[in-house]
């Protein structure tokens, strides 16, 4: 039987995630650090007939992920597919404009998202290696925001991003500048 192991399980894109890949017939390893919102996520998983586990650990602990994850393979015979998604809160992002983040700005993302990738990866690749097959997913959901503001004439949210120069102007093509078909406004 093949197995996904989703690194930053939660209710909302892990859980679907989850529930996509066990509906197929994956066991499903859910890595996060709170234990008991993961035996939640496994209890409502077995409920549906998908077969779950929950392997606790902080994706900033290396170490503790490198583990969960062998943890995991040795549970299932093998992980498959990493599905790597830990999701952070906006109380631990400092948000600036581009122009004036600087290296300190985007350490905690780099330690998180990166990192953490990298160490995960480096968990699961070499066994993949050896049986020539395995996949690799870097998924994030917390890649946007959106303020009360962000909305078109007609009350939609606004969810394109914004390119900009150098000296911080929308760029023309910028879909933040044009409206809902590319027409400038």
């Not at 998983?45 to 586990?53: K, R, V």
């Not at 997913?137 to 004439?153: D, E, K």
């Amino acid at each position: 039987m093949s197995s996904i192991a989703i690194v930053g399980a939660g209710p909302g894109m892990g859980l679907a995630i989850a529930r996509t890949f066990g509906s197929h017939g994956f066991d499903v390893a859910l890595i996060a650090r709170n234990r008991d919102k993961l035996n939640d996520l496994v209890g409502r998983l077995e409920a549906e007939g998908i077969t779950a586990a929950a392997f606790p650990a902080d994706v900033l602990d290396h170490d503790a992920l490198t583990q969960a994850l062998k943890d995991a393979a040795t549970r299932f015979g093998g992980i498959d597919v990493l599905e790597y998604s830990p999701a952070g809160s906006l109380e631990s992002t400092t948000l600036t404009a581009p122009s004036e983040t600087n290296p300190s700005d985007v350490q905690w993302a780099m330690d998180f998202l990166l990192y953490g990738a990298i160490a995960a990866t480096r968990a699961v690749l070499p066994a993949m290696r050896e049986a020539g097959a395995g996949t690799l997913l870097y998924t994030n959901g917390a890649g946007s925001v959106s303020s009360p503001g962000n909305r078109t004439p007609s009350g939609r949210r606004r969810t394109a991003g914004t390119c900009v120069h150098r000296d911080g102007r929308p760029h023309p093509h910028s879909r933040a500048r044009q409206g809902r078909r590319g027409h400038a406004r």
